[in-house]
């Protein structure tokens, strides 16, 4: 029962889009311009940082208040504190996936990078100031997102395996794979020298 829980709300959460919103409101659709993807980044890129933050910032904390949400409903059930931690990394990997594959735009979301950072920040404050650094760092220093992204990914993998053991981090496993396979079309532009690079989407302006 708990199981099924975590899962619906996080998967409810991850619906929410940033994007969907603000193109609403500046009656554009992101999902289909731009690098036709429904993220912070695609919104930047076709409106300006500003909107891209607010995007981002939406993202982020749909998947923080899910997680704090579980948390709240989870906390004095009597369940194990490995069990816990499990429904909670349950929780994150569909709020992943209802960003990815969000039932209200027919399955086709964004990718889950300032989600995943929502969740970080909900699961444990060290791993987030370790993954967010992490992110930055190979993001400044190759200007390219999506490379800090995968680092990022792999810094959750190694922080979640050191702190919580095997089981939150075969969940971990789950969530890299699901974003590998989401960023592949950005490898590609990446090796044929197409991709969009960071400091360029901050010369845009709406």
């Known amino acids: ?3 099924l829980f975590v899962m619906l709300i996080g998967y409810l959460a991850g619906c929410i889009h940033g994007s969907q919103l603000v193109g609403k409101i500046k009656k554009v659709n992101i999902k289909k311009s731009g ?4 993220g912070a980044s695609n919104t930047t890129i076709l409106l300006g940082w500003k909107f891209g933050i607010i995007v981002a910032l939406i993202d982020i904390f749909k998947a923080t208040l899910s997680v704090l949400f579980v948390l709240y409903i989870l906390n004095g059930q009597g369940i194990t504190e490995e069990m816990h931690t499990l429904l909670v990394y349950i929780n994150a990997l569909f709020i992943i996936i209802g960003h990815n594959y969000p039932v209200q735009m027919r399955f086709s979301g964004g990718k889950g990078t300032a989600s995943l950072i929502g969740v970080l920040l909900a699961i444990d ?12 760092l190979f993001t400044l220093a190759t200007d390219y997102l999506v490379v800090g992204v995968l680092f990022m990914y792999i810094s959750f993998l190694v ?9 939150p981090a075969m969940v971990v496993v789950l969530l890299s794979v699901m ?7 950005n ?3 990446i090796i044929s020298k197409e991709e969009t690079k960071l400091s360029s989407m901050f010369r845009k302006e709406s």
């Open 35 to 38: 690098v036709k993807n429904s």
């Open 179 to 185: 974003s590998i396979l989401k960023h592949m079309e």
């Open 125 to 136: 404050w060290k791993i987030a100031l370790i993954g967010i650094a992490i992110l930055l």
């Open 187 to 189: 490898y590609r532009r």
């Open 159 to 167: 922080t979640t395996y050191l702190f919580f053991g095997i089981e």
């Open 1 to 3: 029962m708990y199981v």
